[in-house]
DNA sequence: GAGTTTTTTGACTTCGGATGCAAAATAGCT
DNA sequence: AGCTATTTTGCATCCGAAGTCAAAAAACTC
């Protein structure tokens, strides 16, 4: 039984001493590729093994230049994607050595105390999921910070990022619905800034005029449950209603089904039916089987991964965005349209 | 428009140089309580803000042995309970100055190499939402690393622990259900070896004993949600069949609902009640409105960061353990009795 | 204004590893 | 063995900020 922890911890000095060689030879051990012979290494490593050493990351990053830290920005809202999102991103980056620092952000203020810290933690990228202005993406790029954007991008200033294309899925979609007979479409929006939404929601009305239909109805949510609740009943309250609702996420989906059974005493997809966007755990609920556009997550956070990865390593390397498509996946919220 | 990036960042050299101070100064100037005169603080904070001077956090961590890094374990288990915990320790660390260091945690190898990093980075503590084993957090503790874990314990350990007591609410809880008449209870339990679920269910089968009623059937799921089809099978496969299903917590409960409405033809809460624990968002869509013990999730974290904060800068401080009451949330899960 | 106390300031060292370079050790060759 | 080519190893210095301590400056006293 050892005194509990006061004992400082184990230096690479401290090896050095204890397998009687230099510190450099230590931290050499430990280095991947660093040129050691066999008996050097063995008994550097029992000593490190009997003081229980493990390099100290602060220290080594101080030098290196590399903290391995990524710092992945995510929205606080109460919005499930992001916490699919935060997921698949920590598990990718931990198997590539790599440490995600969180920021969670609940509004622009934020987002400015957080970049702050980014650059204060030398961390050697971004992984934004949440929203950055022009700017403030700018303040991170200029400081020689690679930066992804992970589902969003900026029209106007090239940005690495990862991009869903739902144009073809939306298509398919729209198909879909009219395959089952339907016409008039409530559209239930994301908010006004939200370009995610926006480009969403252009491909639905492309498609909709391609196909043929009307849209009956435009509201806007906040992308959350909640916010589905009202947006329903504008749309239900519209001088038309809609055979089937088109919302811009999955949460506003469900929370449109909700409604819509609840208060309109309606059936999913008895009587109307319901889409969404992005293909969350949670849509795949029994009481709701949404159809939606799913989005590649995995495949998404590679990229972003990988894209990051190579601008650590060539910071010069020029941005660049990387497109998946999402696809359209049947749920049983949608059915044959019921005049 | 500057040189993008190349340039070198800004040390306190560089302000001190370009302020005509020394370092030192400099270095007094980024500390909260020093001594340093106006004209001092001037100058430097004008040359500081000129090269955009921003403290670097590793070289710091490296004198103070403070790296104001908070490792956070999570399990990256589908249970939407882990997000919510997570993203409330984020935001209230943030305030406080802290980051957040996250792993996720798939399985037991996880942990491992976790905590390895969690040594190596330095952090200043640790608060796990995981799975730790008594070896693993001994590991951390003899290294005088501050653990607090969330949510559980350890019965035989003495740990620094916040804890949820559903002691009081599931007493209330059966006692609701046994005024709506229900008497035949099924058990939806958590996995064998999770102390929690054992808790809860303990609770619960103590309180069917004092309260009246019998337990139909007791199975196993793992929480989450898709364990649930099955586990309801079998509680609905047993000799008698019970009017109440109690889960171990609300991804299961949900799961529950579904399969019961979906495979048994039942409607909660006109056939059927269910019933579960943690009081998550996603319970609370209107689909499901479950009735449940909720978990003050936010206190939790708050008295887990304090006590992590005490333990940082007392590292003497003995094991503690705050525990508080959980309680009933009644939504329309629950109803009376159709025998 | 000289003498004393208090506050500010700067020179220097420290934290714990990584790395360029030269010395030492080993291997390779005739 | 003798001598060169190749590895290994250790020394010394660096990364960027913080803290110690004594010198310098400012603030008080009488």
């Given at each position: 039984?050892?005194p509990?922890?006061?004992?400082?911890?184990?230096?690479s000095?401290d090896?050095?001493?204890?397998?009687?060689?230099?510190?450099?030879?230590v931290?050499?051990?430990f280095k991947?590729?660093?040129?050691?012979?066999k008996k050097?290494?063995?008994?550097?490593?029992?000593?490190?093994?009997a003081?229980?050493?493990?390099?100290?990351?602060i220290?080594?990053?101080?030098?290196?230049?590399?903290?391995?830290?990524?710092a992945?920005?995510?929205?606080?809202?109460m919005n499930?994607?992001y916490?699919?999102?935060?997921?698949?991103?920590?598990?990718?980056?931990?198997?590539?050595?790599?440490?995600?620092?969180?920021?969670?952000?609940?509004?622009e203020?934020?987002?400015e105390?957080s970049?702050?810290?980014?650059?204060?933690?030398?961390?050697?990228?971004v992984?934004?999921?949440?929203?950055?202005?022009?700017?403030?993406?700018?303040v991170?790029?200029?400081r020689?910070i690679?930066?992804?954007?992970?589902?969003r991008?900026?029209?106007?200033?090239?940005?690495t990022s990862?991009?869903?294309?739902?144009?073809?899925?939306v298509?398919?979609?729209?198909r879909?619905?009219?395959?089952f007979?339907?016409q008039?479409?409530?559209l239930?929006e994301?908010?006004?800034?939200?370009?995610?939404?926006?480009?969403?929601?252009?491909n639905?009305?492309?498609?909709?005029?391609?196909?043929?239909?009307?849209?009956?109805?435009?509201?806007?949510?906040?992308?959350?449950y909640?916010?589905?609740?009202?947006?329903?009943?504008?749309?239900m309250?519209?001088?038309?209603?809609?055979?089937?609702?088109i919302a811009?996420?999955?949460m506003m989906?469900?929370g449109?089904?909700?409604?819509l059974?609840?208060v309109?005493?309606?059936?999913?997809?008895g009587?109307?039916?319901?889409v969404?966007?992005?293909?969350?755990?949670s849509?795949?609920?029994?009481?709701?089987?949404?159809?939606?556009?799913?989005?590649?997550?995995?495949?998404?956070?590679?990229a972003?991964?990988?894209?990051?990865?190579?601008?650590?390593?060539?910071?010069?390397?020029?941005?660049?965005?990387?497109?998946?498509?999402?696809?359209?996946?049947?749920?049983?919220?949608?059915?044959?349209?019921?005049v």
């Amino acid at each position: 039984m050892e005194p509990p922890g006061n004992k400082r911890r184990a230096t690479s000095y401290d090896v050095a001493r204890l397998a009687g060689v230099s510190q450099s030879a230590v931290s050499r051990c430990f280095k991947p590729g660093a040129s050691v012979s066999k008996k050097m290494r063995k008994k550097v490593m029992e000593a490190a093994e009997a003081l229980n050493y493990q390099p100290n990351a602060i220290a080594r990053g101080l030098i290196t230049r590399r903290s391995n830290l990524v710092a992945v920005l995510v929205s606080s809202q109460m919005n499930f994607y992001y916490p699919e999102v935060l997921f698949q991103l920590t598990d990718r980056l931990s198997e590539l050595g790599l440490r995600v620092l969180l920021f969670t952000i609940r509004d622009e203020a934020d987002v400015e105390t957080s970049l702050d810290q980014v650059w204060q933690y030398q961390v050697d990228g971004v992984i934004s999921a949440s929203y950055l202005s022009v700017d403030q993406h700018r303040v991170l790029t200029d400081r020689g910070i690679p930066v992804i954007m992970f589902n969003r991008y900026f029209a106007d200033v090239p940005t690495t990022s990862v991009w869903c294309d739902t144009a073809p899925a939306v298509s398919e979609m729209i198909r879909h619905l009219r395959d089952f007979g339907h016409q008039r479409f409530g559209l239930l929006e994301g908010p006004a800034h939200s370009m995610v939404g926006a480009d969403r929601m252009r491909n639905v009305r492309r498609a909709i005029a391609e196909q043929g239909g009307t849209i009956t109805a435009s509201v806007r949510g906040d992308y959350r449950y909640a916010s589905a609740s009202e947006a329903t009943q504008d749309i239900m309250g519209a001088d038309v209603r809609p055979t089937a609702i088109i919302a811009a996420n999955d949460m506003m989906a469900m929370g449109a089904m909700d409604e819509l059974k609840a208060v309109f005493g309606k059936s999913v997809p008895g009587n109307m039916s319901v889409v969404g966007f992005d293909g969350i755990n949670s849509a795949r609920f029994a009481s709701y089987e949404l159809s939606t556009i799913r989005q590649p997550i995995g495949r998404m956070a590679d990229a972003a991964i990988s894209m990051l990865i190579d601008r650590v390593e060539k910071p010069e390397l020029s941005p660049e965005r990387r497109v998946l498509d999402g696809s359209f996946l049947q749920g049983t919220s949608t059915g044959p349209a019921r005049v």
